[in-house]
């Protein structure tokens, strides 16, 4: 394939996690065909909306169900999740302080060897100490996302405080990722203090790894990484991977080194990429029977089950006119509670305000699991009983 020119080389902060790791990838992606919006994508899209229009304009984002927004109907999970990030954002904000909603930057001021530009979610600048935290929040609940040396962050850092100047000096430096429906080890909210001469250290790995993109030799690198990355599909390394993967032998710890990709013949290219396919479909095959197995009681040394993320829904405990007296009670409309439907929990909320909610609306909420989902066994979150257990506990001894 042809080598694509320089300006075609893209190098986004959200990506960088893969180009540091990766270096031959943008020049791949650069070649692959264009990428095509996810309703994933369209719904994170929307979530940023919601958030910078509550941050902007005050309120909470109960307010917005029921309304479209960025082409997306705003739906119960998305507000609570919203609001999860607006209720750690707020307190955070003092006075004096300067705040910047969507803030865009560029690092032109570090003289990187290609343009290198992003927007932050929140930056909040604390004159009075010199603390700047950078929050990043993501909507995306199929990949939970660490805040520890997350290089998108120290990106969107190094941008916010190269914009504050030397009238603005930082002296601590905050990153946090905010992540309501993705389960992680340290919760939902996930910070990272990062010293300011640490981080100009960064900078200079982070320009290294850039040069190294430009090479036209830059080597192509398999990992953790070619999750998302839109050339997977035709990357020679993670095919080589995925053979050795499916290759292997089971009961030994090591995997041998593949074949170099340019060795390979075109029957062999075909057979690496059935290969991979058939090793996707035999991965999720495995982690539905170890589902099944621990669902059993059955052991599977070193996974568990847990509960996915609890959401608030009118409980068994209260009937819904009692439900709806207590808010008509409380000064709410008829019409706001049933618009056509009774109004959820998070609605609620923000209707009577959140002292009101918790004395005489929060006994009729109960939070429901929607399921197990595997874990490691050093997650932090207890291990669910056995379906087996739960199913038999009721039957009469």
């Keep these: ?96 302080d300067r705040v910047f909603l969507e803030h865009r930057f560029d690092l032109r001021g570090l003289n990187p060897p290609a343009p290198l530009a992003g927007t932050a979610d929140v930056v909040i600048y604390k004159p009075d100490t010199g603390r700047l935290i950078v929050i990043d929040y993501k909507h995306g609940e199929g990949v939970a996302v660490s805040a520890a040396g997350n290089p998108q962050l120290r990106v969107y850092a190094l941008g916010a405080a190269l914009a504050l100047g030397d009238a603005c000096p930082t002296r601590e430096v905050e990153a946090m990722i905010i992540q309501p429906r993705a389960d992680h080890v340290d919760g939902v909210i996930r910070a990272e203090g990062i010293e300011p001469f640490e981080l100009i250290e960064w900078s200079a790995d982070l320009l290294d ?79 539905a029977h170890a589902t099944g197995m621990l669902e059993r009681g059955e052991p ?3 996974w568990k089950l847990v509960a996915k993320r609890a959401t608030r829904k009118w409980g068994a405990t209260h009937t819904e006119d009692q439900i709806v007296n207590a808010l008509v009670t409380l000064g709410v409309p008829t019409g706001d509670i049933y618009p056509p439907r009774i109004i959820t929990p998070a609605q609620a909320e923000t209707l009577v305000g959140k002292p009101a ?36 506990a009721a039957i009469p001894q």
Excluded at 256 to 283: F, N, R, S, Y
Excluded at 360 to 377: D, N, Y
């Design 1 to 96: 394939m042809a080598t694509p020119r320089t300006e075609h080389v893209r190098h986004s902060p959200s990506s960088a996690y893969r180009w540091m790791a990766c270096p031959g990838s943008p020049r791949l992606i650069a070649q692959a065909p264009p990428e095509t919006t996810s309703v994933y994508a369209q719904e994170g899209t929307a979530a940023h909306a919601v958030l910078n229009a509550c941050l902007s304009q005050g309120g909470d984002a109960a307010r917005w169900v029921g309304r479209t927004v960025e082409g997306v109907l705003v739906t119960d999970d998305m507000a609570e999740a919203v609001q999860t990030a607006l209720d750690t954002v707020r307190p955070l904000i003092g006075e004096g």
């Design 209 to 287: 790894a850039m040069r190294r993109t430009l090479d036209p030799r830059a080597p192509l690198a398999a990992g953790d990484h070619c999750r998302f990355c839109p050339a997977a599909g035709l990357c020679p390394a993670l095919a080589s991977r995925a053979l050795a993967v499916a290759e292997a032998d089971f009961q030994d710890d090591t995997i041998p080194q593949p074949p170099a990709p340019e060795t390979l013949t075109p029957d062999q290219i075909g057979g690496v990429l059935t290969q991979a396919d058939m090793l996707e479909k035999w991965l999720a095959a495995v982690r």
């Design 300 to 302: 599977v040394p070193g």
């Design 357 to 392: 909610y918790r004395t005489h609306i929060a006994p009729a909420v109960v939070r429901e699991s929607s399921g197990a989902t595997l874990a490691p066994a050093h997650d932090k979150r207890p291990a669910v009983a056995a379906r087996a257990e739960t199913d038999f």
